[in-house]
Structure formats: C-alpha cells, structure tokens
C-alpha cells in the first residue's frame, strides 16, 4: 500500500505542475520554485507532515519535499540554537542531500562526458 500512496502523491503532484507548465505562462523555473514555496508554507502550517507521513516518497522527494525539509530543519534548529537557527537550520537539514546531488552529478559528468546543447 505504501508503494500506491507514493505513486498517488508523487504522481498528483506531478500533474498539477504539468497543469501549471501547459496552462499558464509561467516558466518550469518559477513553478519549480514555487513547490518549494509551496513546501515551506505547507509545513509551516502543519499540512505537510501528516501528507509525507501518507505519501511516503512520492511526498519527500520531490521539491515540495524539499521545502518542508528546510522548514523542519529551520524550526528544529530554532529551538536549539535561537533566532541563529533561522539561518542555519535549513543549510544543515539539506547539506546531505546536496552533497551527494554535486557528488553524483560529478560522477555522472565523469562518466557520460556531457556536451552543450545546440
């Protein structure tokens, strides 16, 4: 069952970013960085956490699984460090998953000798 809640969330949300790419003017950029947004708000409010607890995967991996990654991180770094948690709680939550984003892209690039579009 978890596997089919992952495909259902993860899948919903892939829609709607599609809807918004073929429906509106908006650029993939903006859309992307507003399920970021989105994310933060979402676990701001309380609304994303049971929904990641649901959606397992298919609500974490993707950008809005981002965002509440950072404002988890965020919160949880205010209340051990303060008002300085503000600024270096999401850099600490997100740090592995960036890390290993630059270390496999650099293996990939390594492998596979990318070239420019044209």
């Known amino acids: 069952m978890e596997y089919l809640n992952a495909f259902l969330c993860g899948g919903v949300l892939c829609a709607i970013g599609q ?34 607890q649901w959606g397992g995967a298919g609500a974490t991996v993707p950008l809005t699984g981002f965002g509440h990654l950072l404002a ?8 051990v460090d303060g008002w300085l948690g503000v600024l270096t709680g999401g850099l600490t939550a997100a740090a592995g998953g960036v890390a290993a984003a ?5 293996v990939m690039a390594a492998v596979f000798k990318p070239s420019s579009k044209r």
Request: aromatic share 10%; glycine share 10%.
């Open 19 to 52: 809807i918004f790419i073929d429906k509106t003017q908006l650029t993939p950029a903006r859309i992307l960085t507003g399920y970021v947004v989105a994310g933060v708000i979402l676990s701001a409010v309380g609304l994303y956490e049971p929904l990641a």
């Open 102 to 106: 630059v270390f496999f892209g650099a």
């Open 72 to 79: 988890k991180g965020v919160r949880r770094a205010v209340d």
